[in-house]
């Protein structure tokens, strides 16, 4: 569970995860598909090597798309927030907004990615996110994680239906997937190879070191007796903590002079890129970050939500400096949250819960160094409930090209049932 956070809602400080990210994954999983669901044959690719690695990042409790990416040519956006709004670039104030179009700004702590961005590697898209009108943690992140909004039948994730819908890109891989915590990440439920690992500097068995050998050898024998598939289960578990020991997180030197935050996201991220040079067959790693559910005291030029977007901005800038440099295998990041804040501040300083937010997206062949939108504005009569940002650009358009032109994979109706996506041009063709 995450800790409690005093500046977040009641139902946002009263959610496990492990409460609703504790469906395993696997067979028993993908069995329990609803029927209507459509049927896939593996996708076979021959671009397989050159497929990209994914690492999705969700933000969990609710990100303010509006402080991240503010749209500081907007005159309502500092009517409606006279406290939380950040000043306009130019204005001579301190912690004024950067611009990066002239109609949208970046927040001065996500300053980290200006160089990602200024290069074309980044990615914003505004006025993004589900059209479900749920303002429920619980429910916006279930149905953005299964990629079916307002749907309670599918109990898969659709990063794991990418994963069961085509090819490893190394054939036997033990591990294919990696959920940075305790517990499998909605996402990459139903995924094959796919496992929840907390510290990947420290995975095997817990214990006295100095008994460790003899633990595993009466593991070993216990399980050889069981017959299948516990033998297997046990020696295949066996296998991946050994794949992992061979790696060396703790001695990983990142390239080009990256450095990570010594944070849980930065050292995740760090982990990730130590993980991803390897190459073992890692396709998919998520992460999660807590903490973005603000309602009071918000903090966007100084405070809890300048410091969340400063810890995020940096370890995404050290990732991006670590991965582009060498021989780095090629990578896409997406970050997303469940919906966005209000448009307008309530009375203690915050946000409460809105609509439409801001997705990013981080790569070497992202078409980047812009805010893809299609901007509602934000007069009363242009938000959605006269209150909130429109969301006019679905998430999984996004997640969908992703999936097409980065992970290799064309089944498209199978990661994303019932959807028809809409090409938005996130990757640059050629690439």
Same mark, same amino acid.
């Given at each position: 569970?995450?800790?409690?956070?005093?500046?977040?809602?009641?139902?946002?400080?009263?959610?496990?995860?492990?409460?609703?990210?504790s469906?395993?994954?696997?067979?028993?999983?993908?069995?329990?598909?609803?029927?209507?669901?459509?049927?896939v044959?593996l996708?076979r690719?021959?671009?397989?090597?050159?497929?990209?690695?994914?690492i999705?990042?969700y933000?969990?409790?609710?990100?303010?798309?509006?402080?991240?990416?503010?749209?500081h040519?907007?005159?309502?956006?500092?009517?409606?927030?006279?406290?939380?709004?950040?000043?306009?670039?130019?204005?001579?104030?301190?912690?004024?907004?950067?611009d990066?179009d002239g109609?949208?700004?970046?927040?001065?702590?996500?300053?980290p990615?200006?160089?990602?961005?200024?290069?074309?590697?980044?990615?914003?898209?505004?006025?993004?996110?589900?059209?479900?009108?749920?303002?429920?943690?619980?429910?916006a992140?279930?149905?953005?994680?299964?990629?079916?909004?307002?749907?309670?039948s599918?109990?898969?994730?659709?990063?794991?239906r990418?994963?069961?819908?085509?090819?490893?890109?190394?054939?036997?891989?033990?591990?294919? !997937?990696? @959920?940075?915590g305790f =517990? #499998?990440?909605?996402t &990459?439920?139903? %995924?094959?190879? +796919? $496992?929840?690992?907390?510290?990947l500097?420290?995975?095997?068995?817990?214990?006295?070191?100095?008994?460790?050998?003899?633990?595993?050898?009466?593991?070993?024998?216990?399980?050889?007796?069981?017959?299948t598939?516990l033998?297997?289960?046990?020696?295949?578990?066996?296998?991946t903590?050994?794949?992992?020991?061979?790696?060396?997180f703790?001695?990983?030197?990142?390239?080009?002079?990256?450095?990570?935050?010594?944070?849980?996201?930065?050292?995740?991220?760090?982990?990730?890129?130590?993980?991803?040079?390897?190459?073992?067959?890692?396709?998919?790693?998520?992460?999660?970050?807590?903490?973005?559910?603000t309602?009071n005291?918000?903090?966007? !030029?100084? @405070?809890?939500?300048? =410091? #969340?977007?400063?810890? &995020?901005?940096? %370890?995404?800038a +050290? $990732?991006?400096?670590?991965m582009?440099?060498g021989?780095?295998p090629?990578?896409?990041v997406?970050?997303?949250?469940?919906?966005?804040?209000?448009?307008?501040e309530?009375?203690?300083g915050?946000?409460?819960?809105?609509?439409?937010?801001?997705?990013?997206?981080?790569?070497?062949?992202?078409?980047?160094?812009?805010?893809?939108?299609?901007?509602p504005?934000?007069?009363?009569e242009?938000?959605?409930?006269?209150?909130?940002?429109?969301?006019?650009?679905?998430?999984?358009?996004?997640?969908?090209?992703?999936?097409?032109?980065?992970?290799?994979?064309?089944?498209l109706?199978?990661?994303?049932?019932?959807?028809?996506?809409?090409?938005?041009?996130v990757?640059?063709?050629?690439?």
């Amino acid at each position: 569970m995450h800790p409690i956070d005093r500046y977040a809602c009641a139902e946002y400080n009263a959610i496990s995860r492990r409460g609703f990210l504790s469906v395993g994954a696997g067979a028993a999983v993908l069995a329990s598909i609803p029927a209507w669901l459509p049927r896939v044959s593996l996708a076979r690719d021959h671009r397989s090597a050159q497929r990209d690695i994914i690492i999705s990042i969700y933000l969990r409790g609710a990100a303010d798309g509006l402080s991240i990416v503010p749209p500081h040519a907007e005159q309502v956006y500092h009517d409606l927030r006279p406290t939380v709004a950040l000043p306009r670039p130019g204005s001579g104030l301190p912690n004024s907004a950067i611009d990066l179009d002239g109609f949208f700004g970046l927040a001065p702590a996500m300053a980290p990615l200006l160089p990602a961005y200024n290069e074309s590697r980044l990615l914003f898209v505004h006025a993004c996110g589900s059209k479900n009108p749920s303002r429920s943690h619980f429910e916006a992140q279930q149905f953005m994680e299964v990629g079916k909004p307002g749907d309670t039948s599918i109990t898969t994730g659709w990063l794991g239906r990418h994963l069961a819908s085509i090819d490893p890109v190394r054939a036997g891989a033990l591990l294919r !997937a990696v @959920g940075m915590g305790f =517990g #499998l990440p909605q996402t &990459l439920v139903g %995924g094959p190879g +796919a $496992l929840p690992v907390s510290d990947l500097d420290n995975y095997g068995l817990l214990g006295n070191p100095s008994s460790a050998a003899s633990r595993r050898a009466t593991i070993e024998a216990m399980y050889a007796s069981a017959g299948t598939p516990l033998d297997h289960v046990a020696s295949t578990a066996l296998a991946t903590i050994d794949l992992l020991d061979a790696i060396d997180f703790a001695g990983y030197a990142p390239a080009g002079g990256a450095a990570y935050p010594s944070t849980p996201f930065g050292m995740s991220l760090r982990s990730s890129a130590a993980l991803m040079k390897a190459n073992i067959g890692v396709e998919a790693i998520s992460i999660d970050v807590t903490g973005w559910d603000t309602h009071n005291s918000q903090g966007t !030029a100084s @405070g809890v939500l300048a =410091g #969340l977007m400063n810890d &995020l901005a940096r %370890g995404l800038a +050290a $990732l991006d400096a670590d991965m582009t440099s060498g021989n780095a295998p090629s990578f896409t990041v997406v970050a997303m949250s469940e919906f966005g804040r209000r448009v307008m501040e309530n009375g203690s300083g915050g946000t409460d819960h809105g609509h439409g937010a801001v997705m990013m997206v981080l790569g070497p062949c992202v078409n980047g160094g812009q805010v893809m939108t299609q901007w509602p504005g934000l007069a009363r009569e242009q938000l959605y409930q006269e209150r909130d940002l429109e969301v006019t650009i679905d998430f999984r358009d996004i997640l969908a090209e992703i999936v097409q032109s980065r992970l290799g994979n064309p089944n498209l109706p199978f990661v994303f049932p019932g959807f028809v996506p809409t090409p938005r041009g996130v990757f640059i063709p050629s690439c």
